[in-house]
């Protein structure tokens, strides 16, 4: 297992106190009234804690290109279908509107 | 080509299809994302109709997000972070051949999985004595203005936890399997791929967490 990257400890702890702190600001953020904003600033934050576990904890960023495609093609997907999905509900009341 | 058959001979656990033991563990790696994959479209499909209800029926959602207890979730997402980190550790340490710390990351994984759960066991009996339980019993002490569709919520919050709950109740099984076989010396830095494996798991499980918690717990806390 030649090629295996040994990753060092201290990157871990740095990831592990990272998304520690950012969830602690997901909570503190969440008593912030941001309108419709608050809800895609937990989600960002979200995103990044995920980014983080899948590039160091889950070694993605250490991994072959094959896996990379097979993790992006994966999410990828998701966001598909929130988003055609959403273009769908979330315009109903603006199409229905008289002059559409 | 001698070479590659004295690495057969050298390593018992390269299996005869396999080139060598990278392409064998890359095979493994691979194969466990696309089962990740599939996991995705599974949770994915929870999280759609999630989205799309509480875009349907936002006062009904955040009345009854607000009816949940967001430190007992942000703890357990403290809990299911620091779990994160020994199982990575106890992976590097099957990396490293150290097969003491292995076993006492792996068991500290299961330690802090259990403590998420039994978290979690609190959090339902609360649910249960506030009937906040989808079905007959449904009924909250605090007026809602559409309780209908705040029960939708709790099904949400009760079939997705739930089944977050249960993908680490497998974990923890799979963990004690591993603790098992770390103890009769099955892993080493020439063989570690099942820990590996595990942790990916342990890790997505993880993720699902990440984006349950602000979803289910923080919505309009102000």
């Given at each position: 297992m030649s090629k295996h990257v040994i990753i060092p400890q201290k990157i871990y702890i740095l990831v592990f106190v990272t998304l520690l702190m950012l969830t602690l600001v997901t909570v503190d953020v969440a008593f912030y009234d941001a309108g419709w904003l608050n809800i895609y600033i937990a989600m960002t934050i979200a995103t990044c804690k995920a980014l983080l576990v899948v590039l160091y904890f889950m070694h993605v960023r250490y991994s072959p290109r094959l896996t990379w495609l097979f993790v992006s093609a994966g999410f990828f997907w998701f966001l598909i279908m929130i988003v055609f999905t959403l273009s769908d509900y979330l315009t109903r009341e603006v199409l229905a509107k008289p002059g559409f | 080509m001698s070479s590659k058959l004295s690495e057969h001979h050298a390593n018992p656990?390269?299996?005869?299809?396999?080139?060598d033991a990278d392409q064998q563990f890359e095979a493994s790696t691979l194969g466990m994302w696309t089962f990740l994959v599939t996991e995705i479209m599974f949770f994915g499909g929870l999280f759609l109709g999630y989205i799309v209800y509480r875009s349907l029926y936002p006062v009904a959602f955040a009345e009854a997000s607000n009816l949940l207890d967001y430190r007992l979730g942000a703890i357990n997402t403290a809990i299911l972070i620091c779990s994160s980190l020994t199982m990575v550790l106890a992976v590097r340490a099957a990396q490293l051949s150290h097969r003491r710390s292995l076993i006492v990351y792996l068991l500290l994984t299961i330690v802090l999985g259990s403590v998420f759960l039994g978290n979690k066991v609190v959090e339902y009996s609360h649910k249960f004595h506030e009937h906040?339980?989808?079905?007959?019993?449904?009924?909250?002490a605090a007026a809602l203005t559409d309780p209908q569709h705040s029960q939708l919520f709790f099904s949400f919050y009760f079939g997705m936890t739930g089944l977050h709950a249960l993908h680490m109740i497998i974990g923890i099984g799979i963990l004690l399997a591993l603790v098992f076989q770390a103890r009769q010396g099955r892993f080493s830095a020439d063989y570690f791929t099942p820990v590996d494996i595990t942790g990916l798991y342990w890790h997505f499980v993880d993720i699902v967490w990440i984006f349950l918690f602000p979803l289910l717990y923080l919505i309009s806390r102000v």
């Open positions: - | 656990a390269l299996a005869h299809h396999f080139e906040l339980v989808p079905g007959p019993n449904f009924g909250p």
